[in-house]
């Protein structure tokens, strides 16, 4: 379950569900595996959890939050899960929903934590400070999480550059440009190239290798588009070698092209190239929704 992340020195909506429930997904079967408290740690973002009689209450706070505030935020929840719903319901629960009517409890004491900026309920903080130096909660390494819940969904690991999760920055005018340009040049190697196979097998398949520079070409050119507009873990050696396929297939094509068609294309090339380099990633701020 996912919920809203908030500026910093708040807390945010925490959801509670049975623990290892089959039917709540596998991130929540997999809370089995970890132990009753815990911090799962990330770069601007924790997720903190606590396990108590078979249920499950985590929390993404930023990282700028005391521990302890965002452990007594989890310990106020249990108490008012624990006061609303009984074992035996817990018990009988096999999917999250019976549990849907407890959010608007979630949100009352979301609100009151973001405005008092401490416990509200039973737990003081410095019972929970006292608590943690006592029993400090396990680290658990966010890959090791990342990697567990993409095996148990069936999917594969993402690397840190998948750009499943970035956003680049907004299409330039250059930008657009550069992609008609593109276009321009891959249709004008698409044509040649299929125009000159007809030639090609009427000549013994002598022109061979221009049909190959031709395609080649028009494929260096669509590629460079869908690397402008999508953000690519390697960007800058794929730009490089895109653009050297580029130069190459042309300057091999110099006796089907004259010079300035050549420099047109090559042109074309290094400007799609540098608009690449020089598009950078989409600052994200901490207020984001679902």
């Not at 969904?153 to 750009?163: A, L, T, V, Y």
């Not at 028009?218 to 590629?223: P, R, Y």
């Not at 130069?247 to 068609?261: D, E, I, K, M, T």
């Amino acid at each position: 379950m996912d919920s809203p992340c908030q500026p910093p020195q708040t807390l945010n909506t925490t959801e509670s569900f049975r623990r290892g429930s089959s039917s709540s997904g596998p991130s929540v079967r997999q809370l089995a595996r970890f132990p009753d408290r815990g911090t799962v740690k990330g770069q601007e973002l924790n997720i903190y959890f606590v396990s108590s009689e078979g249920v499950s209450y985590m929390t993404v706070c930023h990282c700028s939050l005391p521990v302890a505030k965002a452990f007594c935020f989890l310990e106020d929840l249990r108490w008012e899960f624990t006061a609303c719903f009984n074992s035996t319901v817990v018990a009988l629960a096999n999917r999250p929903y019976p549990f849907l009517e407890f959010d608007s409890t979630i949100q009352k004491l979301k609100q009151q934590y973001n405005q008092s900026g401490g416990p509200a309920l039973e737990v003081t903080l410095a019972e929970v400070q006292e608590d943690l130096r006592i029993h400090p909660p396990q680290i658990i390494d966010l890959e090791e999480v990342e990697l567990t819940n993409g095996i148990a969904n069936g999917h594969m690991e993402q690397g840190p550059g998948s750009g499943q999760n970035v956003r680049l920055e907004p299409v330039t005018a250059p930008g657009i440009l550069s992609l008609v340009l593109n276009i321009v040049c891959a249709s004008l190697n698409i044509i040649r190239g299929v125009h000159l196979i007809e030639y090609t097998f009427q000549d013994d398949y002598e022109g061979i290798w221009n049909v190959v520079a031709f395609l080649l070409a028009f494929v260096c050119c669509v590629l460079q588009c869908h690397l402008y507009l999508f953000h690519s873990s390697l960007k800058k050696h794929k730009s490089f070698t895109l653009l050297s396929a580029i130069v190459l297939c042309n300057l091999y094509l110099l006796g089907p092209r004259n010079a300035w068609q050549l420099m047109f294309h090559i042109s074309v090339a290094s400007l799609s190239t540098v608009l690449t380099l020089t598009r950078k990633l989409q600052d994200r701020t901490n207020d984001c929704g679902v």
